[in-house]
Structure formats: structure tokens, C-alpha cells
């Protein structure tokens, strides 16, 4: 086994995180910058290339101690070009030719998949997928997000779409999503989605409840707050996670009785939740599973937080190791 080493990037809106790892998963130094949208976002790819060549020179390090790079990017990625279009929170609304630029500006090699696959790739190898063949990953945040993992490979499909959970319909002609079409997952299990799923209810809701009086005056409320009420019993709060745990535990079932992993992940913001909701998911998971499923796979919560973007990035260039 070689002791060369791996390098991690997960590039998101706010900041781009970094890790130099083992080929073990094990992380040797992590620093992160800022991410500079401006001017088209014409200054994150040679910010990142600077930071790289910045940080191995502070260790002492060279290109030829490292196996390559990989990279995590919002928008919709081509791995076998190392190219992105369509990141709209980066600003960058050209193909991006991530794999040219940064090979040429740090003598590495790249590959580079989206930020929830390489999440998922995280999770499933050092976080609460054990390193098992059969994984799937989903992410619950400002969107909803996922990635699949089986027989050991990360599922691509014909053009990158392959794993978007968030876009798997839980509600016919339900709500409107950005992708177009109606009843997204997204649309009802993402930050913004529980507070729309919450406001809808308390339209219709008579009883007394803290959420329902806040909505009616006009606060600003959060999925946090939502999910804060609801453990402590308020009847709307309650009725709203149980909603939203539905949609989530059919969507995840569906995901299981089509995939049988071992694991299904829940990552992201809103699983900050933690087995709270969990919990709830499960009984719907259980509902909507058949029996092989629902006795093989199982529900869990990801454990690595935000660093499993950046760990399961670096092990994109485990590729290289066998070139
Ligand atoms: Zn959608």
C-alpha cells in the first residue's frame, strides 16, 4: 500500500473546505477559505489551485506526494470531463473546466464529482455507512440532496442525475418545485420546505398551538423551530413533522424497496433533528417497505457532519492510485 497521500476539496457557496488524508480516510491537516463569488465566480478555481500550492509548501510537501485531488462542486458535474455548468449559487453560469484548470495550476490530478455524491461517498466510507458496498445517502437542507452507492460504485446514471433524492415525487400535483415539476421531495422535507408545509397547516388548524400563534402574527419562523416545538409537544409542530416524516419515510422506502442497502443515511442541516426524527421516519419507512426490506435495511443518521463532503471527495482520487 502506498503511503502517498490524498487530497479532499468540498467547494460550496460560503466556503471551500480542504483535507490532506491517508488512503486510509484518515485526515491529516484541514483548513478551508472563503469562497469568492464575484466577477462570475472567475476567482474560485485559482483561489482553490493557490491555497493547494500555498498549503503544501507550508509542509513541505510536493505534487509527487500526493495521489491527486478530489473535489466536491454544487451545479451538475461531468466526471469524465471534470467539467460543471449551472452552479447558480457560485455564480458560475459557463462550463467550468475544473479538471484542465486545476491539473494544470497544481501538477495533480483531479476528479470531481456534485457535493451530495461526494457526501454520500463520506458518509458510506469513514461515517454511518460502515464502509458497506450497498449505501444510500440523503441530504436535507436548503434543498434536499442524495447519492447512492451500490455494489461498491457510485450510481451516475446516463447524465449525472442518478441519486436525486430531492426530486423523487411524494405528492402528486403537489407543490411546485424549482426543477419544474410538482411534489418534489424538496419541496416538502428541505429547510424551506417544512416552513412551507407548516404554514399550509396552520391555515387549517383551529386548536391552540405556539407555532400556529407565531405564524399568525407574522414571525419568521425556522425548520429548527418546527422541529424544537414539536419536542416539546405543540399539536401543530407535532402534526407538521409527522407530514413531513411521511413524505420523507415514503421516499426513503421506495429508495429501499428499489435498492435493498444496507444503509440509508440522512445527512444535512434539518437531520440536525437527530433521532427525533429518525424515529418518525422509520415507522413510515417500515409502513412502506416489504418485509425483506424492512428487516435488511435500516435508517440511520450520518455522523461525520460537514467534514463528510470534504472526506468523501478525497477519495474520489483513490482512482488514481490504480493507474
Ligand atoms: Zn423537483
Known amino acids: 500500500m502506498t503511503d502517498k497521500k490524498l487530497i479532499g476539496v468540498d ?19 484541514r483548513w478551508s477559505i472563503d469562497t469568492d463569488i464575484l466577477d462570475e465566480g472567475s476567482h474560485i478555481v485559482p483561489d482553490i489551485v493557490e491555497s493547494i500550492n500555498h498549503h503544501l509548501d507550508l509542509y513541505n510537501m510536493t505534487p509527487e506526494d500526493f495521489i491527486g485531488i478530489g473535489m466536491g462542486t454544487p451545479g451538475s458535474v461531468n466526471s469524465e470531463e471534470g467539467t460543471v455548468i449551472g452552479a447558480f449559487n457560485l455564480n458560475w453560469k459557463v462550463t467550468q473546466y475544473l479538471r484542465r484548470d486545476i491539473e494544470a495550476g497544481t501538477h495533480m490530478k483531479l476528479a470531481v464529482d456534485n457535493d451530495a455524491n461526494v457526501a454520500a461517498l463520506g458518509e458510506r466510507w469513514k461515517g454511518a455507512g460502515e464502509n458497506q458496498p450497498d449505501v444510500a445517502f440523503v441530504t436535507l437542507g436548503t434543498g434536499v440532496g442524495g447519492g447512492i452507492v ?19 415525487t411524494v405528492e402528486p400535483r ?18 424551506t420546505g417544512v416552513v412551507r408545509v407548516a404554514r399550509d397547516m396552520a391555515e387549517e388548524y383551529a386548536g391552540n398551538s405556539k407555532l400556529k400563534t407565531m405564524l399568525d402574527d407574522g ?3 425556522s ?14 409542530a407535532v402534526k407538521v413533522v409527522d407530514r413531513v416524516s411521511y413524505y420523507l419515510g415514503l421516499a426513503l422506502a ?16 434539518v437531520s440536525a433533528a437527530g433521532g427525533f426524527l429518525r424515529k418518525q ?33 478525497a477519495s474520489l482520487a483513490l482512482q488514481f492510485d490504480q493507474q
Open 254 to 269: 421506495n429508495v429501499g424497496n428499489m435498492l435493498n442497502p444496507a444503509y440509508i443515511v440522512i445527512g444535512g442541516g
Open 219 to 221: 414571525e419568521q419562523i
Open 281 to 313: 421516519v422509520e415507522a413510515y419507512f417500515e409502513e412502506f417497505t416489504f418485509p425483506n426490506v424492512k428487516q435488511t435495511t435500516k435508517v440511520r443518521l450520518a455522523n461525520l457532519g460537514n467534514v463528510a463532503g470534504v472526506i468523501g471527495a
Open 223 to 236: 425548520s429548527k423551530l418546527v422541529f424544537d416545538l414539536a419536542k416539546e409537544s405543540d399539536p401543530l
Open 174 to 191: 403537489g407543490y411546485e418545485c424549482t426543477c419544474g415539476k410538482k411534489g418534489c421531495l424538496e419541496t416538502y422535507a428541505s429547510a
Open 11 to 29: 467547494l460550496g457557496g460560503t466556503t471551500a473546505k480542504f483535507a490532506i488524508m491517508t488512503v486510509d480516510g484518515d485526515i491529516q491537516q
Open 150 to 168: 451500490a455494489d461498491g460504485h457510485l450510481l451516475h446514471g446516463v447524465a449525472g442525475s442518478a441519486g436525486e433524492l430531492g426530486h423523487v
